[in-house]
C-alpha cells in the first residue's frame, strides 16, 4: 500500500481549484474533494480532476439507511475515485452495504474508509447530545473494528490514534490522518497536530494536509516538503 499526500482541496469552487492545481506541472497530486467543493460543482470536478490525472478522495461521508448508501456508492462507483467514506455510526449493516454498492463487476473497488467520532465531537456532547457514556477512544476503536468486520479498508483518524488504530485492527488496515503541520507552521484550528515526519513514525498510511499546502506562499514547495517528510 503506497504512502502518500493527499491535499484537502477545500476551495468554493472549480476555478480557484485548477488555478491552485495547475501550478503542479511534476507530479499531479492526490486531493481531496469534500462537500462544499462537490456540492457547488457536482460530479463535473470530480470527472475533470481525474481527466487531469489525480488521484481522488471524495470526502462525502455518507450516512443513511442501508439501501440508500448502497445505491449512493454505486454512482460513486461509476464516478471512479480513488477513496471515499462513511460514517461508521451508520452501523455495520450500512458499512456492507456500502461495499456492496461500491464493487464494479470485476471485483475491484475504491477504497472505503470510516469517519469514527468527529473530531469536532468531544466527551460531553457525546454524553448530553448522544447519550454515549463510553470514553472517546473506546468508542473510536468500537468504532474502528466494526468497519474492519464489515470489510472496510480503514478509518480517518487522528495521526495520535494511527498506532492503536493499527495494534486493534492490523497493520494493513488503512488510517488517512488531517491534523498534519509543519513544525515550523500555523496551527490554524486544529488543536491536536503532528509534522508529516512524526505522522510518518506512528504509522498514518495517507495523511491529508489542506492549509499548510493550499496557504503557503510557494504550495509546490510546501506539498514536496510534505512529500519528502512522509514518504521518502
Ligand atoms: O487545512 P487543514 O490541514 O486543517 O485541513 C484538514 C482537512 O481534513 C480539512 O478538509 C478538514 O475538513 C479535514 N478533517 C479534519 N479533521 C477531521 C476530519 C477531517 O481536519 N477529524
Do not use: W
Not at 79 to 98: E, F, I, P, Q, W
Not at 133 to 140: F, Q
Amino acid at each position: 500500500m503506497g504512502k502518500d499526500v493527499i491535499i484537502a482541496c477545500d476551495f468554493a469552487g472549480a476555478k480557484q481549484t485548477f488555478e491552485f492545481l495547475d501550478r503542479f506541472t511534476d507530479k499531479k497530486p492526490f486531493v481531496k474533494i469534500g462537500m462544499e467543493l462537490f456540492y457547488a460543482e457536482g460530479p463535473q470536478i470530480v470527472r475533470e480532476l481525474k481527466a487531469r490525472g489525480h488521484k481522488i478522495f471524495l470526502d462525502l461521508k455518507l450516512h443513511d439507511i442501508p439501501n440508500t448508501v448502497k445505491k449512493s456508492m454505486a454512482v460513486l462507483k461509476n464516478l471512479d475515485v480513488d477513496m471515499t467514506n462513511l460514517h461508521a455510526a451508520g452501523t455495520k449493516r450500512m458499512m456492507s452495504a456500502a461495499i456492496e454498492g461500491l464493487t464494479r463487476e470485476d471485483g475491484t473497488r475504491p477504497l472505503l474508509i470510516a469517519v469514527t467520532q468527529l473530531t469536532s465531537t468531544d466527551r460531553e456532547s457525546m454524553q448530553k447530545d448522544l447519550l454515549i457514556d463510553k470514553p472517546i477512544d473506546e468508542v473510536v476503536m468500537h468504532y474502528a473494528k466494526n468497519a474492519k468486520d464489515s470489510g472496510l479498508d480503514g478509518v480517518v483518524c487522528s495521526p495520535l490514534e494511527a498506532g492503536k488504530v493499527h495494534e486493534a485492527c492490523g497493520r494493513q488496515f488503512i488510517t488517512v490522518t488531517p491534523g498534519v503541520r509543519f513544525a515550523d507552521g500555523d496551527m490554524g484550528d486544529q488543536k491536536r497536530v503532528m509534522t508529516p515526519a512524526q505522522a510518518k513514525e506512528t504509522g498514518s498510511d495517507y495523511i491529508v494536509v489542506g492549509r499548510p499546502i493550499t496557504a503557503a506562499s510557494n504550495p509546490v514547495e510546501a506539498y514536496n516538503r510534505c512529500v519528502a517528510e512522509f514518504c521518502d
